[in-house]
């Protein structure tokens, strides 16, 4: 069970957290999970190019030691990258202590103050903690900033189809709405498919798509 729009019940019980960046502006920020992957990324930095778009691409730190070209691709590319922990750890079955740990861990292979926990799953007790370990890691790159979403696609899910995910973005996401993909085995047979259209979409819209600020 998942919703497709951030409500703002939830929104409102972690403030601290980035659900959205408000704007007026025509803006969207599209973001990649559990990446690098060594098709789906590649596919993903192509459409990204076609429709000179940039994003967002919160990397699992094991994955960026196995596909390290990949990962220098998406900065070369002029992409954000966030942590996500070493080995995609839920946040909720584990110890604080833990969870640090394993964010410590990726943060060896992803220099960045942007953090999204796997499953958006984070114990209240984690929050302060990885911002401060990653804002005190990284202190050039400005305050760590725990990422979630306004929007998911959906694309994780293997009971739904690619123009589902797709109906999904384009129904819910507006200025400002932080957008959520995975760049993934599991999720590519729905994002290759939606991922284009949603570009395509927004682009005839005149819509812009950026990287979410680390400062």
């Excluded at 109906?167 to 047979?189: E, R, Y």
């Amino acid at each position: 069970m998942y919703l497709i729009k951030a409500p703002f019940w939830i929104t409102w019980i972690y403030p601290q957290l980035l659900w959205r960046i408000p704007t007026q502006e025509k803006i969207l920020y599209l973001t990649f999970d559990d990446g690098p992957h060594e098709t789906a990324t590649q596919f993903v930095l192509d459409q990204l190019k076609t429709y000179g778009a940039k994003a967002s691409f919160f990397c699992i730190g094991k994955n960026v030691v196995k596909h390290p070209h990949i990962y220098e691709q998406i900065l070369q590319d002029g992409h954000q990258v966030g942590n996500h922990t070493q080995h995609h750890m839920n946040g909720w079955e584990n110890t604080v202590d833990d969870y640090l740990q394993e964010v410590a861990a990726a943060a060896e292979h992803i220099q960045s103050t942007l953090f999204r926990p796997p499953y958006g799953r984070i114990k209240r007790a984690a929050i302060s903690k990885v911002k401060t370990l990653l804002t005190a890691r990284f202190q050039n790159k400005g305050s760590s900033k725990i990422v979630m979403w306004d929007v998911l696609s959906g694309d994780f899910d293997t009971n739904i189809s690619g123009e589902t995910c797709f109906q999904n973005v384009i129904k819910h996401a507006g200025p400002g709405s932080i957008i959520v993909f995975h760049d993934s085995t599991k999720a590519w047979d729905r994002m290759s498919y939606a991922l284009p259209k949603v570009l395509k979409h927004f682009s005839e819209l005149g819509y812009k798509f950026e990287t979410i600020p680390s400062k």
